[in-house]
């Protein structure tokens, strides 16, 4: 049995449809994440909804209020964590927001970042197993695993739901 960390993570649309934020987490030398781009989110507080967690990290991170959103799908890290701890995330994608973010937070530069080119980011190698899945509309929701090991992920499994059959395992 695992215990993990509760995270959200949303990939916020630009009204184009083409685009979605990211941030280039440069803003703090102590961040795991330094140097690679990712969405918005974050840890899920004790008395709050994950729905409610991924607002409150909108706002926060990119001062935007969420007015339309979806769950795409869920993915377990274990040993994701510096310390081997493990992480489960909510990914959802954020379909319209009223507010204009900034260029940067605390974290970094927010970009607008074409859709079809995120794969020339550099961001978590076992992102770019989920990631494709995020923006798949013919995918309904992914369930994955991404185990990691020393900061590198160790494999991939996932399941699509909501199709006419289930799918298991899809390859990268």
């Given at each position: 049995m695992i215990t993990p960390i509760l995270t959200t993570l949303a990939f916020v649309l630009h009204p184009d449809g083409e685009r979605v934020l990211m941030?280039?987490?440069?803003?703090?030398?102590?961040?795991?994440?330094?140097?690679?781009?990712?969405?918005?989110?974050?840890?899920?507080?004790?008395?709050?909804?994950v729905v409610a967690c991924i607002r409150r990290e909108l706002l926060e991170e990119a001062g935007?209020?969420?007015?339309?959103?979806?769950?795409?799908?869920?993915?377990?890290?274990?040993?994701?964590?510096t310390d081997g701890s493990d992480h489960f995330g909510l990914v959802f994608v954020v379909d319209a927001f009223e507010g204009t973010p900034p260029e940067r937070n605390e974290e970094g530069p927010l970009t607008w970042e074409r859709i079809d080119s995120l794969d020339q980011l550099p961001m978590w190698e076992g992102d770019r197993y989920f990631m494709p899945l995020v923006f798949d509309d013919s995918v309904?929701?992914?369930?994955?695993?991404?185990?990691?090991?020393?900061?590198?992920?160790?494999?991939?499994?996932v399941s699509v739901i909501g199709l006419d059959h289930d799918r298991h395992n899809l390859p990268r």
């Open positions: 941030c280039h987490r440069i803003g703090r030398e102590d961040d795991q994440q330094l140097g690679k781009y990712n969405g918005l989110g974050g840890k899920v507080e004790r008395d709050e909804d935007i209020v969420a007015t339309r959103m979806r769950l795409r799908g869920t993915v377990s890290w274990p040993g994701f964590g309904p929701q992914f369930h994955g695993v991404l185990p990691y090991v020393d900061a590198r992920p160790t494999g991939w499994s």
